[in-house]
């Protein structure tokens, strides 16, 4: 099998050097996957913590990032003439110590039977009121009378085929009386299963509930704003809170069964409190940034922008790491080997190169949306930009196939069918990957467009292509581990998403975009 895959890449390069620029054949042959397997091992190393977004492990990965960038030769054009852009996140987490729930006079801790996942620092007191399930409909006039009562619903629609997020009741209550802040939504969960109190709490910790929340600071709306307090409440505390009714949680469900017209059962009985306190703190992370301008006096005010996110998931409470080795140490990786494509080419690009690793992908694109809001290179001077997010494994639906020559590019077409052009030939004159578009549909559930750094860019007009190999059984997992990257394939792509770019660099004309929709 190594030798198939030798003589494949021997192959692959001669013919590249028979077709394509010849200027770019003097970078490219410089990404090995050698080269790419020594910055991952660093990466994705103990030493690195998981790269947590404003934490010590990936303020050291941003360190040995700018090290490179600096070896390589690259402009420092972040702040203070540094490698860095910093920006301020704010952390808010539920403060568990302070938070309580009291039934009848009975209080229990956060964690006890019930768990809240809103950000909102509020004391409620108020009557309660039980509407069924989440699909059961009520009565419009029924809205009135429910206002400043904690809502009680059951987990899950009564139809489980049901769509509740668009004609279920509680997605119209939810989006009606959300900034009211007169309610709590508390649901009741299921005595077993994916839908049992123990299930949902493990999910919420595998979110990182346990460390809160992050945004930019300063960054108006979002979840930390929304006045609804949601509660998840076990069937055990549910029964305290039907004390004195002369119901229980199987009664109140078989009412909700029985009928989709559902009239609210007020518990007049039932007193009910609920503290909600909440941790907010200001932390620093930073993007890496590294410049290498153009050698055209006419294009290298134009910039074209390689990216990928250089963060990951940290470690879980159990101080378990998650490596983040495909993800996306394995983008990181090959900026790297790109940047020094550049670096070792005598021939200079027509527009200038920005090469920047950011932070905070995974907690909302956070590193990528601070730089469109905050540019070091004007955005209408930034003629394109090619993301790399996970491109060192085989996907799901290549393991079915056992094919590892492919890449799925997304974007490419949506704002300049030429950036697409530039893709495919760039790709038939240098590794021939298969190009796989499927999830290149903004229709597809996985929302891959919607999910990485490029689409930032994309909202500013701006033409993108997002190279990307697929999630596996390895997935925001400790197991995504170095060992398991495919290194010579990473290089393949690595130097197609290099040549594009080289590409749309030494264009004579402006990257033409689409017509206005």
Not at 9 to 27: I, K
Not at 295 to 324: C, E, M, R, W
Not at 436 to 441: I, R, S
Not at 447 to 464: C, L, M, Q, T
């Amino acid at each position: 099998m190594r030798f198939i895959l030798a003589a494949f890449l021997f192959l692959s390069n001669v013919a590249f050097c028979q077709s394509s620029d010849p200027s770019a054949a003097m970078g490219i042959e410089s990404i090995t996957g050698t080269d790419l397997r020594k910055h991952l091992f660093i990466l994705a190393s103990d030493s690195m913590a998981g790269r947590e977004t404003s934490m010590p492990g990936q303020q050291k990965a941003a360190r040995y990032i700018a090290g490179e960038f600096q070896r390589l030769g690259l402009k420092p054009v972040g702040d203070s003439n540094s490698f860095f852009q910093r920006y301020d996140v704010e952390v808010s987490r539920i403060n568990y110590v302070s938070s309580f729930l009291t039934i009848n006079g009975a209080t229990t801790p956060w964690g006890n039977g019930y768990l809240s996942t809103s950000l909102k620092e509020t004391t409620i007191t108020a009557p309660v009121a039980f509407v069924g399930y989440t699909d059961n409909k009520l009565d419009p006039a029924m809205k009135q009378k429910i206002a400043g009562h904690i809502i009680v619903s059951i987990l899950g629609p009564r139809n489980r085929a049901a769509d509740t997020t668009s004609e279920g009741f509680m997605g119209k209550l939810f989006a009606t009386r959300r900034d009211s802040g007169s309610f709590v939504l508390m649901t009741i969960t299921e005595d077993t299963g994916r839908a049992s109190f123990d299930a949902i709490a493990t999910t919420l910790g595998s979110f990182g509930m346990d460390k809160g929340q992050m945004r930019l600071k300063g960054a108006a709306g979002g979840g930390f704003q929304l006045q609804l307090l949601r509660v998840y409440l076990s069937p055990t505390r549910a029964e305290e809170l039907l004390k004195g009714s002369g119901m229980t949680v199987a009664t109140l469900r078989a009412k909700a069964l029985a009928d989709s017209a559902f009239t609210p059962v007020f518990l007049k009985n039932a007193a009910v409190t609920i503290a909600n306190s909440v941790i907010r703190e200001t932390r620093v992370a930073e993007n890496v940034v590294g410049f290498l301008e153009g050698s055209d006096p006419v294009f290298k005010d134009q910039v074209v922008v390689y990216t990928a996110h250089f963060d990951h998931l940290g470690s879980n409470a159990s101080g378990v790491i998650f490596y983040g080795a495909d993800d996306d140490g394995s983008g990181t990786s090959t900026v790297l080997e790109i940047a020094e494509a550049y670096a070792a080419n005598p021939v200079k690009p027509k527009r200038s190169v920005l090469f920047m690793t950011v932070s905070g992908e995974e907690k909302g694109l956070l590193g990528s949306s601070y730089y469109v809001q905050h540019p070091i290179l004007p955005l209408d001077k930034t003629a394109a930009n090619l993301n790399t997010d996970m491109v060192g494994r085989i996907g799901y639906s290549y393991q079915k196939k056992s094919d590892e020559n492919y890449v799925y590019v997304i974007g490419s077409d949506k704002i300049s069918k030429e950036l697409d052009s530039l893709l495919t030939s760039s790709n038939a004159e240098t590794v021939n990957l298969h190009l796989d578009y499927t999830y290149n549909d903004e229709n597809d559930p996985n929302r891959f467009y919607f999910r990485s750094d490029h689409y930032n860019f994309a909202k500013n007009g701006i033409p993108v292509v997002f190279f990307f190999t697929g999630e596996h059984q390895d997935y925001h997992k400790p197991s995504d581990t170095p060992d398991k990257i495919l290194y010579d394939r990473m290089a393949r792509i690595g130097r197609l998403i290099y040549y594009t770019g080289w590409k749309v660099a030494q264009l004579d004309h402006p990257l033409a975009k689409n017509p206005a929709k």
